[in-house]
């Protein structure tokens, strides 16, 4: 079914290398384009790897083994072939008119081997759905960050009056310099200047990501940014929490689950305009895409590297912060350290004076009682007539032991108040440690008393939060398993709607198969059902078709259409391709003028009407 490696399309000037990629609808291969780059000293031949787009139906069509050439089964394949090559070329010229930094290049669109070929540039990288697969979910940043250079390329192509309409992470590509690429215009619509709808290649919709007017005809044929900000906001949605949301057709009866309820880290803001841009009602939703990205909390520079080396930059940078607490907590302790340091060493030296007032007293305390005794009343008869005095002295030596002590640095200690000191240095006795032993733990197991009761709070606490955890577990599994059920009971409703409409098909019963295929597009959307649809339609326009001439007698033809009379009155008229009456059959007879055709009316007059059936002529006499 596909190219040989290596075969040459365009006499050579691109060459394949392998299969990248397959679809329904075409085959991807990788390439080289084979070209020049001229210089001061001439042209050097050089490659340039490239991707080439072959369209190739292939449940209407097969290649030939030895011509290579795409060939088709049937009249009827020929026609949806012929429709959906157009579609490919439409798609190129779509692309080939948008050029942006965030859309991916056309080169070259041609037709070889009785198909087409797009010829676009390569971008090396992998698509958000591969990088979604292996990631599970993505980080908020990198999808804003992806989405604001989409939301770009949106408002470009919006600006030309394109809408995308297959926006979702398997069209968007991340390159090597971890920028994100729009690609695949294939179902995309242009609009004329009056903003109605010019041409359309809309085939297929993607479930989960289109708006609800894309599964109605008649939903986009005017232009409105509206369903391109549906699919990126059902982007976000799948990017941020790893499950493609709910078809919009389907929400009626099947809510969309809020975001955050899948992944806990998604912000506020960002839950928000995700959910008012995948609004069923398109009214609801943003008006542009502009709007939407100035809702989002988009990084001041979206060029900032948010790639695999971004984390290695975070992480060194997380390193490195927690290397500055670490030493902002060691200076802290360190400080401590040396404060208690500093308490010590004041405390020290204390200590080791007052050990040697200790020792001066202990000799003071036995010479004092014999100097009492011996000199008692002298002491008694001197302290009363020379109270004044000693109170002065008093008041003297200690202000002079204060000074002293402050220009030593030692503890101020009053003479008359030094035998008190001793009192907070003696030594405690081992009952009074025992009882204060007893004291503290008595203390310690009154807290532990008081504890207890709170430990089993706590205890109950986690008991009944772990029940109410298995409870939510029980219902979210119960959920999954009803959502299961009903998945399993759509698709098989989807496939027996399938092999009915087939066997309508098989006997000739279009417009009750083109009913089972209407019915099971609103289950699923798949291109199997899409392309039985159109080969319905088909089948029925050409039974119209073949219905409305059976009303008619043929003649000559004329230009683009065919003299005929009709059945019912006997009058004559002319119809088109298609079986419609462009010149009404009205008249008596027919005849060869100058200018056309000359059409006997009722009075006998003539009726002149040129080769693309426009009246140049009206009740003339003769022609």
Known sequence: MNLPDGYCLQNGKYCLTRVIGQGGFGITYLGEWNTEVKGELGAVETTVPICIKEYFFKDYCFRDETTFEVKVHSGTGKILFDKFKERQIEEAKILSEVHHPYIVNVLEVFEENNTAYIAMEHISGCSLKSMLSEQTVLPESKVLRYVAQIGKALEFVHQKNILHLDIKPNNILIDKNDNARLIDFGVSKRYDLEEQEACTTTLTLSKGFASIEQYDDEGTVNFSPCPDVYSLGATMYNLLTGVIPVESILRATKPLVHPSELNKRISPKTEAVVLKAMQV?????????????????????????????????????AKQSVDENESTQLITTSRKSGSVDNEETLFI????????????????????????????GVGWAVSYLFSWSDKSTTFINNKLVADASIQQGEPIIPVDLQPQTETPLT??????????????????????????????????????TSKESDK????????????????????????????????????????EAKADFTKAKEIKVTEDVVRLSLACEEKI????????????????????????????NGRYGAIDAKGIERIQCVYLSVGRSESGRAFEREDHLYDIYNSNGVLVGRGLTTY
């Not at 939703?285 to 001041?300: F, G, N, T, V």
């Not at 009803?482 to 399938?498: D, G, I, P, Q, S």
């Not at 078709?545 to 005929?564: C, D, H, K, P, Q």
């Open 281 to 317: 009602n398109p009214k609801d939703r943003y008006q542009s895409i502009k709007e939407m990205m100035d809702a989002l909390d988009i990084p001041p520079s979206i060029e900032s590297k948010e790639n695999i080396s971004f984390p290695k930059k975070k992480e060194h940078e």
């Open 541 to 568: 326009e050409e039974k119209n078709i073949a219905a409305r001439i059976a009303l008619y007698e043929s003649g000559m033809t004329f230009g683009n259409y065919t003299i005929v009379r009709k059945k019912q």
């Open 349 to 376: 030296p204390l200590q080791t004076k007052q050990s040697k007032q200790r020792r001066t007293k202990s000799k003071r305390r036995i010479l004092l009682p014999l100097l009492i005794f011996a000199f008692a």
């Open 427 to 464: 030594e405690p006795s081992p009952s009074e440690v025992t009882n204060e032993i007893h004291k503290e733990e008595r203390t310690e197991k009154k807290e532990g008393n008081e504890t207890a009761p709170a430990k089993k709070e706590e205890k109950s606490e986690k008991t009944t």
């Open 472 to 511: 939510k577990a029980s219902e979210e599994a119960s959920k999954a398993k009803k959502a299961e059920e009903e998945t399993e009971r759509m698709n098989a409703n989807y496939a027996a709607l399938l092999a009915s409409g087939k066997t309508k098909m098989d006997q000739g019963q279009y417009i």
